[in-house]
């Protein structure tokens, strides 16, 4: 069955430091998303992105992360200089339609980010 | 703006016992509603959906959902709980009416007691 995989799956840096975050989403999907959940708190939506442009992104998703497709598989989340509350385990997701209006999303294990 | 709520942060069910984990919601226009489940140290795993037609939502492991508008709510339901049921559920919610992101609820922990 195909599943979204993402890398690392846990990433200790330093704060101020520049950290990416990769996802190789189902090959035949054409919506990605990443959402994120600090510990023992809910999962909250960060960024949508379709047809190589963010299409929607919440107020968590300021300046300091971007997401690009690089290529055909690959979908990443960057963020430039990190901040100790940026601690998170950050999900990516992708879905074949607009999968927030109809269908499911499939997510990925996680990327657990921890920032000392 | 929509909006999920589970009230419930910890459910505890005995084994065979049948299970209930609460949601309700809050959208503009008409919702479509999903149910997820996250085990220890994975990902989220989609269970069952809401979009329209029957109230009442079948899914994966045996689990169901009941739509019920006037009381704008969408309880997960199992009728005989397991053991490997334990895990974080999480409701979800969207407002058809925008092209709006998928809401996630806090989340509900479950855990069925041999």
């Known amino acids: 069955e195909p599943e979204v995989t993402q890398t690392p799956s846990h990433q200790v840096t330093q704060m101020g430091q520049e950290v990416i975050l990769r996802c190789v989403p189902i090959?035949?999907?054409?919506?990605f998303y990443w959402y994120r959940q600090i510990l023992g708190q809910k999962v909250e939506f960060l960024v949508s992105?379709?047809?190589?442009?963010?299409?929607?992104k919440s107020e968590i998703f300021d300046d300091q992360f971007s997401v690009e497709r690089p290529d055909g598989s690959n979908f990443t989340l960057k963020i430039r200089s990190t901040k100790l509350e940026d601690s998170a385990m950050y999900f990516c997701?992708?879905?074949?339609?607009?999968?927030?209006?109809?269908?499911?999303?499939?997510f990925g294990e996680g990327s657990r980010l921890t920032v000392l | 703006a929509q909006s999920v709520a589970q009230p419930e942060d910890q459910v505890n069910v005995a084994e065979g016992n049948p299970l209930t984990v609460k949601c309700t919601y809050s959208v503009s226009g008409n919702p479509y509603l999903f149910w997820y489940v996250q085990y220890p140290n994975r990902g989220l795993q989609f269970l069952l959906k809401?979009?329209?037609?029957?109230?009442l939502v079948k899914g994966s492991y045996g689990f169901e959902a009941e739509f019920n508008k006037s009381q704008t709510s969408f309880h997960l339901k199992k009728p005989s709980a397991l053991v490997s049921d334990s895990a974080l559920y999480f409701c979800?919610?969207?407002?058809?009416?925008?092209?709006?992101?998928?809401?996630f609820g806090k989340g509900t922990r479950l855990s069925v007691i041999a």
């Open positions: 997701a992708s879905s074949r339609t607009s999968g927030s209006a109809t269908g499911e999303l499939f």
């Open positions: 979800a919610v969207r407002d058809n009416g925008g092209n709006t992101p998928l809401v």
């Open positions: 090959s035949n999907h054409l919506y």
């Open positions: 992105f379709y047809n190589n442009e963010i299409s929607e």
């Open positions: 809401y979009i329209t037609g029957d109230n």
